[in-house]
């Protein structure tokens, strides 16, 4: 009774507003940009639910499922989120094209998460038209940071090539003589990470002695490593997705190839990378965490591990628990919950902006112990800090400070 | 329009050869009104009328539907009119908007100028194409056009084309905005452009399969030996019909990449190819006003799909999710049931039965 006379007084109030073509903000509580209301706020969002990135797909319908949980619990200062999210394949025109019908047709007050990064370049020029926030795209390359010449856009993630700058100067400082090779896959992300490996060599670049690219539709990389092998090289630098990164893992071990092995974050998973290339040829391994993997033990009884695995629970019974990618999703919803929540009443585009990028020190679930999100007005790099780890038994053992590479926010 | 022949061996049969005959002028001054019907709201401005009375969006759906109806109807002008079968016109398709990107992005052309460097350069590659895949026939000529399709993507991200190719970034072009200070918004613009582009080439192809050449093409379709007793080249004739069909598609490929202001290669995929050959069969093989259906369901299918799917997962409350492409293969083997023909045939073939009822109550 009380929902439906309020309903009846909302439609009068537009009608009337409509009517007298008036401020339309008589009876509302705050100040509003389009998709959002005192009862709602429409967020929009296009993943690859189809197609060869389909496996990133999850990432999707858990933040999907992270927002019916804060339905459920009341909303954001009472406002339900309305998450519209379709499916472009992978495909940069087809996310255009979802874009556009999420700003133009459905009227979402904001873009977040949008996935890959060919996807998110082909929008990126459109949403800053349109002065439409493009939140934390769910990308690592390093060219989402950019608040003077793209200042509707923001990462999330570390970006790669800070981290490529990270493990360079790890291999300085520890590796006698190193004598690099690298396993590279043939696109931007492979080559945002070399780039960065190369940045942080420095002068030292030619410790590289071999550079070996894949292709997503080579069957194995098994001819890369024993090119890889052959070169002497004593440090192997792994720069591929999860296939290939254990692919390659299981290779060197064959070959008896034993360098100081370097893979990169995105194959960091226990569950998906390393027992399927066998955890025992993955002892040593370093990587750079800024997530907790679900899979790895230390973390079973953290309070934010559990309360995770109770909303897996519930909201995604079918959902893989090894698999990070709904770690991803649930960390990511959970600060763009904290960004409208700082947003209070004045839902506006410039204002979630605003806030976006006056994130200090904030903590979010499943990010490893001192890792914090910071951004201002000039830094649009909400995660900037890693941890290195290396494989022991099952699991990781975090080494060393948690570190952050000034040089990648210039 | 249908005119009923008597082949030499006694059997009547309906010719169906012209740009899907049988189809009545009616459909035609239908398809046209409609296609009208967007440019006269673009024109409103001009007038002083309201400039959105069609969202930006719906624009951009209908230049879209435009583009793809051209990119199916040069795989049909291959494929329905001439008898080969290509899997592999999505590498046509990138590599008219690669040509295009390349002369906007390096070159500064403007965009509609590079469209006649596109057909000429799409031509050539499908004529050279067309030459070795003519020893090939039926299923081979498929799984070479195939290949094609799946090699186009890595020779865009290939090392040493990055210069031209821009690799796996891509190219970024500039946005299309409507000279002279003409008062349309960029999306009516793009409607006008790609209409103004798409009527000359349905116009060229309905001649050209109208004139002596269309007949030897769809002769060799039909007979092989017998239109090669006639005097027919039938290896120039396919090369050129390879040549013909590729620039066609090549320049629906360069229009897309303007409608888009960005070209990748993850925007050339596989599927690509067999969207085009879907709407070419759904749309109805061999006729004309059959790439406009076969476009327009290119267009709508997925977006239907997607959306059926989520409110039938939704409402239903099913234990498992239902994929868009469940719905769109429970379309397809719908659509091919009940209209073997085509979208293009099953209109004909309704018409059809509609006069016959209507003559059969005229006389009792």
């Known amino acids: 009774m009380l929902q439906s006379s309020r309903r009846l007084f909302l439609a009068g109030a537009s009608a009337l507003g409509l009517a007298i073509a008036a401020t339309p903000a008589l009876a509302q509580k705050g100040k509003y940009d389009e998709g959002a ?18 496996a990133y797909g999850v990432i999707g319908k858990s933040i999907d499922a992270y927002f019916k949980k804060i339905n459920d619990d009341g909303g954001i200062n009472g406002r339900k989120i309305n998450f519209v999210t379709y499916d472009d394949g992978y495909s940069p025109p087809k996310t255009v094209e979802m874009v556009r019908k999420l700003v133009e047709q459905d009227k979402v007050l904001l873009l977040f998460q949008t996935l890959g990064t060919p996807p998110n370049t082909a929008i990126w020029q459109y949403m800053n038209d349109a002065k439409v926030p493009q939140l934390f795209v769910a990308t ?138 066998g955890i025992d040829n993955a002892q040593g391994i370093i990587t750079a965490l800024y997530l907790k993997d679900p899979t790895d033990p230390q973390w079973a009884n953290s309070a934010d591990m559990k309360e995770w695995k109770a909303f897996m629970a519930k909201y995604m019974p079918q959902g893989n628990l090894s698999d990070g990618s709904y770690v991803y999703g649930y960390a990511v919803a959970h600060l763009m919950e904290i960004v409208l929540k700082q947003c209070g009443n004045e839902l506006t585009r410039a204002n979630i902006m605003k806030q976006a990028a006056n994130l200090k020190s904030v903590e979010i679930p499943l990010l490893l112990p001192g890792i914090k999100v910071n951004t201002s007005p000039t830094d649009f790099y909400p995660l900037q800090s890693v941890q290195l780890a290396r494989i022991k038994g099952e699991s990781y053992e975090l080494f060393g400070k948690v570190l952050s590479n000034e040089a990648a926010s210039n | 329009m249908a005119t009923t022949t008597t082949t030499a061996n006694g059997v009547t049969r309906k010719q169906t050869s012209r740009f899907g005959a049988g189809f009545s002028r009616n459909v035609w001054l239908l398809l046209i009104a409609l296609a009208l019907l967007p440019v006269v709201v673009a024109l409103l401005p001009l007038v002083g009328g309201p400039a959105e009375v069609i969202s930006s969006y719906t624009f951009l759906q209908l230049s879209l539907m435009i583009v793809y109806s051209i ?151 039909d ?142």
Not at chain 1, 228 to 241: D, E, H, M, Q, Y
Not at chain 2, 289 to 294: E, L, R, T
Not at chain 2, 320 to 327: A, F, S
Request: aromatic share 10%.
């Open chain 1, 140 to 277: 690592g390359a390093s060219k989402w940071g950019d608040p003077k010449g793209h200042p509707w856009t923001m990462g999330f993630q570390p970006d790669y090539r800070t981290e490529g700058i990270i493990y360079a100067k790890h291999i300085l400082e520890t590796v006698k003589d190193a004598k690099i090779a690298v396993l590279y896959q043939n696109d931007d992300y492979g080559k945002d990470y070399l780039g960065g490996f190369k940045e942080g060599l420095g002068k030292d670049a030619n410790k590289i002695v071999k550079e070996e690219p894949y292709n997503v539709t080579d069957p194995t990389v098994d001819n890369q490593i024993i090119q890889l092998k052959n070169s002497g090289a004593n440090v192997f630098f792994n720069i591929a997705t999860p296939k290939f990164a254990a692919q390659a893992i299981k290779k060197a071990a064959e070959l008896g190839w034993k360098p100081v092995q370097y893979v990169n974050n995105v194959s960091s998973s226990v569950g998906s990378v390393m027992k399927p290339a």
């Open chain 1, 37 to 54: 209301s005192d009862t709602e706020i429409k967020i929009g969002n296009t993943n690859p639910y189809s197609g060869p990135a389909s």
């Open chain 2, 71 to 221: 990119a199916v109807l040069g795989l049909n002008l291959l494929t329905g009119f001439n008898g080969q079968i290509s899997l592999g016109h999505g590498a046509f398709f990138a590599a008219g908007a690669y040509v295009a990107a390349a002369l906007v992005a390096h070159h500064h052309w403007p965009h509609m100028v590079t469209l006649p460097v596109v057909a000429l350069f799409c031509f050539v590659l499908g004529y050279l194409f067309g030459l070795p895949a003519l020893r090939l026939e039926g299923h081979y000529l498929a799984l070479a056009t195939f290949s094609l399709a799946i090699a186009v993507p890595q020779i865009l991200k290939y090392r040493h084309l990055e210069g031209v190719t821009g690799g796996v970034q891509g190219l970024n072009l500039p946005k299309i905005v409507a000279p002279w200070g003409l008062p349309f918004t960029p999306d009516q613009w793009m409607y006008l452009l790609v209409l103004v582009v798409a009527v000359p080439i349905f116009w060229f192809t309905r001649n050209l399969l109208d004139s002596r050449t269309g007949r030897a093409l769809m002769a060799i379709r």
């Open chain 2, 223 to 364: 007979q092989p030996m017998a239109a090669a007793t006639m005097g027919i080249n039938i290896s120039q004739y396919k090369a050129i019909t390879f040549g013909l069909s590729a620039m066609i598609t090549g320049i629906a490929g360069a229009l897309h990449a303007g409608m888009f202001r960005f070209v990748a290669p993850d925007s050339y995929p596989l599927e690509l190819s067999i969207t085009f050959l879907v709407g070419m069969v759904v749309g109805g093989l061999a006729s004309l006003p059959g790439a406009i259906f076969g476009g327009i369901f290119v267009q709508v299918i997925e977006k239907y799909a997607d959306s059926i799917a989520r409110s039938l997962s939704s409402t239903l409350h099913l234990p498992i999710d239902i994929e868009p492409w469940t719905i769109y293969g429970i379309a397809l083997i719908l659509l091919v049931y009940l209209m073997p023909t085509g979208i293009a045939g099953g209109i004909a073939r309704l018409r059809r039965l509609m006069n016959n009822t209507g003559r059969r109550s005229g006389t009792s």
